[in-house]
């Protein structure tokens, strides 16, 4: 290893939205960075970057032990978010979790296995109440549920594998396409107000999430340890609107939309999209995730691996405004 490697890293997952800017701040950082993609994934995040490819699919066990072989960082990042059966969620989210953990568990020199979960496994906070890392999850979806077994599979390796787990709420950032379709909205001249508007939500920008996973990464950290990565104001879901419309640019028309009318839409759309053999992302599950409140506190990762997040939301609302017209998006 030469004497700028901070050692090697496998990402998995690192295709992705979250798992190349991952990939980009590790390089920066000084690692030897190995990509852990599945055999024709789209590679088009990954192309401007000096990464190694390894191929292997976590829910096929026998291809893991060469994708893992030599690393001294494991960051598990691969996930599925949506699915056509509930089932595939636990297959790739739990089951795919314990297979990457079984092939870490051989490696002699292996120092940490960092996995991204969710904030969507510890489940919605109570007004006024941020959620910590010791409160017991309760998660509303599907999704949510198969994340806290993907938890609790590393919680069962800590003895045989140094781990860490991350929990980030909602992402956005450059390149991102879940919370895209906020910014198309709005790029429309639609101001979505959805629900309670005064209910409470905290996000993280990507780069924010980077930062902290490396922070994960390089303190000293008790294995099992659990953190909620994110910005650390909250915003009324009225404030992220008129944050949102202010980066776009665009005069807008309010539009309100009760909660019970979100509800019967996300029945429509799931019933609709599922009669036509397609995958739905907007599901009853997803807006009861929606019209929830979603703070957490993020004290915990402060004292003890020093993060603290650096981009509010004005401000990374502004970049990925830029980005997603820059690249045609909008």
């Keep these: 290893m030469s004497e700028n490697n901070r050692g090697n890293v496998l990402i998995t997952g690192a295709n992705g939205f979250v798992g190349s800017r991952l990939c980009r701040k590790l390089i920066d950082e000084g690692y030897n960075v190995i990509a852990g993609v599945r055999e024709g994934c789209d590679g088009t995040y990954l192309a401007p970057l000096d990464v190694e490819y390894r191929f292997g699919d976590v829910t096929k066990p026998e291809t893991l032990t060469d994708m893992v072989a030599g690393m001294d960082y494991i960051v598990h990042s691969a996930g599925l978010v949506k699915a056509t059966r509930q089932a ?97 909205i709005m790029n429309n001249r639609i101001k979505p107000y959805i629900g309670n508007l005064g209910r409470r939500l905290q996000l993280v920008h990507v780069d924010d999430l980077a930062d902290g996973i490396v922070c994960a990464l390089n303190a000293e950290t008790k294995s099992g340890s659990i953190y909620f990565i994110s910005e650390k104001e909250s915003y009324s879901f009225g404030e992220l609107v008129r944050i949102l419309r202010r ?28 009669m036509f053999g397609k995958t739905p992302m907007f599901t009853v599950e997803k807006a009861e995730e929606l019209l929830a409140d979603w703070e957490v506190s993020v004290d915990k990762a402060r004292d003890e691996i020093g993060f603290e997040s650096k981009i509010p939301f004005a401000e990374g609302a502004r970049e990925t405004t830029y980005w997603y017209r820059e690249e045609g998006w909008l």
């Design 88 to 184: 595939m969620f636990y297959e790739v989210n739990q089951a795919g979790t314990r297979n990457l953990l079984d092939a870490a568990a051989t490696l002699p020199g292996l120092k940490k296995f960092i996995l991204i979960s969710s904030a969507a496994g510890s489940g919605p906070s109570d007004k006024n109440h941020p959620r910590t890392e010791d409160m017991p999850p309760e998660p509303l979806t599907t999704y949510g549920r198969s994340k806290v077994a993907g938890e609790r599979e590393v919680l069962g390796f800590t003895d045989k594998v140094n781990s860490v787990i991350i929990r980030p709420p909602a992402i956005y950032g450059p390149g991102d396409k879940e919370m895209f379709a906020f910014f198309n």
């Design 247 to 274: 980066a776009v640019g665009r005069v807008a028309l309010p539009i309100y939309i009760p909660g019970p009318l979100v509800k019967a839409l996300a029945w429509l759309t799931e019933k609709t999209l599922k």
